[in-house]
C-alpha cells in the first residue's frame, strides 16, 4: 500500500497538476474571502464566525476534486498500466487506500493552505473558534466522502475526461440535492424529499457550520465514506475477473 500511495503522490506533486488545482481553489476561497472584510478599519471590531466562506467554498470547491481524482484509475487504463496494477501483490483494498490515501493528502494541504485566512482575520479582530473548528472538521469530512464517490466514477470508466464528466454530475446532484428535496416535499413524493434529505452531506453539514460537533452527522459520514471505498473495492475486484 505505501507504493501505491508513494506513487499516487509523486504523480500529483511532480507534476504542475497539484499545483495548478491549489491555486485554483486559494484564488477561489480569496475572492469570496476579501468582500467579507474589504470594508474593515482599524476602528471596527470584527467577530468572524467563518462559517459561511467555508460553505460558500465548499459549493465551488467540489467541483475541483473530479479534475483531483479522474487519474486514479482511469489513467491506469488510458496508459495500459492497468495490468501491472491489478497483477502486483498488493490486494484490492490496498490499491484503493493507496490511492484514496494520496488524494486526500493532496485534499487535505489545500485546506491546510486555507488556514491563511483565519490568520488574518486573528491579526484584525476574533475568532468563534468553536464555528472555526466545527467547520474544518466538517469541510474535511465532507471533502474525503466527496473524494470516495469521484474515485468510483474513475474505476467505472475508462478515460479520465469521461471520469471528471461523470464525478461533476454527481457532485452538481450533491449540492442541489437539498433544492431537489425541497421541490418534491410539496409535491407527490414527500418520501423521496425526506429520503433526499436524510443522504444530504450539504444537510450533514449544518450544523458544524453552526460550531457544533455532531456525533450523528460525523458516523454519517464515516459511514459513507466506508460504503463508497468498499464500492471502490469491488469495482477493482470486478476488474481483475475480467483482466
Given at each position: 500500500?505505501?507504493?501505491?500511495?508513494?506513487?499516487e503522490?509523486?504523480?500529483?506533486?511532480?507534476?504542475?497538476?497539484?499545483?495548478v488545482?491549489c491555486?485554483?481553489?486559494?484564488?477561489?476561497?480569496t475572492?469570496?474571502f476579501?468582500?467579507?472584510?474589504?470594508?474593515?478599519?482599524?476602528?471596527?471590531?470584527f467577530?468572524?464566525?467563518?462559517?459561511?466562506?467555508?460553505?460558500?467554498?465548499?459549493?465551488?470547491?467540489?467541483?475541483l476534486?473530479?479534475?483531483?481524482?479522474?487519474?486514479?484509475?482511469?489513467?491506469e487504463?488510458?496508459?495500459?498500466?492497468?495490468?501491472?496494477?491489478?497483477?502486483n501483490?498488493?490486494?484490492?483494498?490496498?490499491?484503493?487506500?493507496g490511492?484514496?490515501?494520496?488524494?486526500?493528502?493532496?485534499?487535505?494541504?489545500?485546506?491546510?493552505?486555507?488556514?491563511?485566512?483565519?490568520l488574518?482575520?486573528?491579526?484584525?479582530?476574533?475568532?468563534f473558534?468553536?464555528?472555526?473548528?466545527?467547520?474544518?472538521?466538517?469541510?474535511?469530512?465532507?471533502g474525503?466522502?466527496?473524494?470516495?464517490?469521484?474515485?468510483?466514477?474513475?474505476?467505472?470508466?475508462?478515460?479520465?475526461?469521461?471520469?471528471a464528466?461523470?464525478?461533476?454530475?454527481?457532485?452538481?446532484?450533491?449540492?442541489?440535492?437539498?433544492?431537489?428535496?425541497?421541490?418534491?416535499?410539496y409535491s407527490?413524493?414527500?418520501?423521496?424529499?425526506?429520503?433526499?434529505l436524510?443522504?444530504?452531506?450539504e444537510?450533514?453539514?449544518?450544523?458544524?457550520?453552526?460550531?457544533?460537533?455532531?456525533?450523528?452527522?460525523?458516523?454519517?459520514y464515516?459511514?459513507?465514506?466506508v460504503v463508497f471505498?468498499?464500492w471502490?473495492?469491488?469495482?477493482?475486484?470486478?476488474?481483475?475477473w475480467?483482466?
Open positions: 500500500m505505501r507504493s501505491i500511495f508513494k506513487r503522490l509523486q504523480s500529483y506533486f511532480y507534476s504542475p497538476f497539484a499545483y488545482i491555486a485554483v481553489f486559494l484564488l477561489v476561497f475572492m469570496s476579501v468582500p467579507q472584510i474589504a470594508n474593515l478599519d482599524d476602528t471596527n471590531t467577530n468572524f464566525s467563518y462559517a459561511s466562506t467555508v460553505y460558500i467554498n465548499f459549493s465551488f470547491f467540489v467541483f476534486l473530479p479534475a483531483l481524482t479522474m487519474r486514479t484509475f482511469a489513467e487504463r488510458k496508459a495500459q498500466t492497468e495490468v501491472l496494477l491489478l497483477t501483490p498488493l490486494n484490492s483494498f490496498q490499491i484503493v487506500m490511492k484514496f490515501l494520496g488524494v486526500a493528502v493532496v485534499y487535505l494541504a489545500m485546506v491546510a493552505l486555507s488556514l491563511v485566512f483565519p488574518v482575520i486573528l491579526s484584525t479582530g476574533t475568532i473558534w468553536s464555528s472555526l473548528i466545527c467547520c474544518y472538521i466538517g469541510f474535511v469530512a465532507w474525503l466522502v466527496c473524494i470516495s464517490i469521484c474515485m468510483l466514477m474513475s474505476a467505472l470508466t475508462n478515460t479520465p475526461v469521461i471520469a464528466v461523470l464525478g461533476e454530475i454527481v457532485m452538481i446532484f450533491i449540492i442541489f440535492m437539498d433544492t431537489i428535496a425541497s421541490s418534491l416535499k407527490f413524493m414527500p418520501v423521496v424529499s425526506d429520503i433526499l436524510w443522504f444530504s452531506p444537510k450533514r453539514f449544518e450544523m458544524f457550520s453552526q460550531g457544533v460537533f455532531s456525533l450523528s452527522d460525523m458516523i454519517f464515516i459511514t459513507m465514506l471505498l468498499a471502490n473495492v469491488i469495482a477493482l475486484e470486478c476488474r481483475k475480467k483482466a
